[in-house]
């Protein structure tokens, strides 16, 4: 997902965005600021966990069963 808002940070010229996002959004953002970062400007991250240590027990589980590998994998 974040190259394809790089994508469209160049479809639409703007040069350099200010990109936020919440959630998978803020993770998204992040990624495209690492990935891209001649295509963001500033960046602002709201409520994404930065490590696994901020998920939940059960939801983790669930990542788990859609193919997030476990901490020792």
């Given at each position: 997902?974040?190259?394809?808002?790089?994508?469209?940070?160049?479809?639409?010229?703007?040069?350099?965005?200010?990109?936020?996002?919440?959630?998978?959004?803020?993770?998204?953002?992040?990624?495209?600021?690492?990935?891209?970062?001649?295509?963001?400007?500033?960046?602002?991250?709201?409520?994404?966990?930065?490590?696994?240590?901020?998920?939940?027990?059960?939801?983790?589980?669930?990542?788990h069963k859609w193919g997030l590998p476990r901490r020792n994998q």
């Amino acid at each position: 997902m974040a190259d394809d808002i790089a994508g469209l940070i160049s479809f639409l010229a703007l040069g350099k965005a200010d990109v936020m996002g919440y959630s998978l959004g803020g993770a998204v953002a992040l990624q495209t600021a690492i990935r891209h970062p001649d295509s963001v400007q500033k960046l602002v991250v709201v409520s994404a966990p930065c490590k696994r240590d901020g998920w939940n027990r059960r939801r983790l589980e669930q990542l788990h069963k859609w193919g997030l590998p476990r901490r020792n994998q």
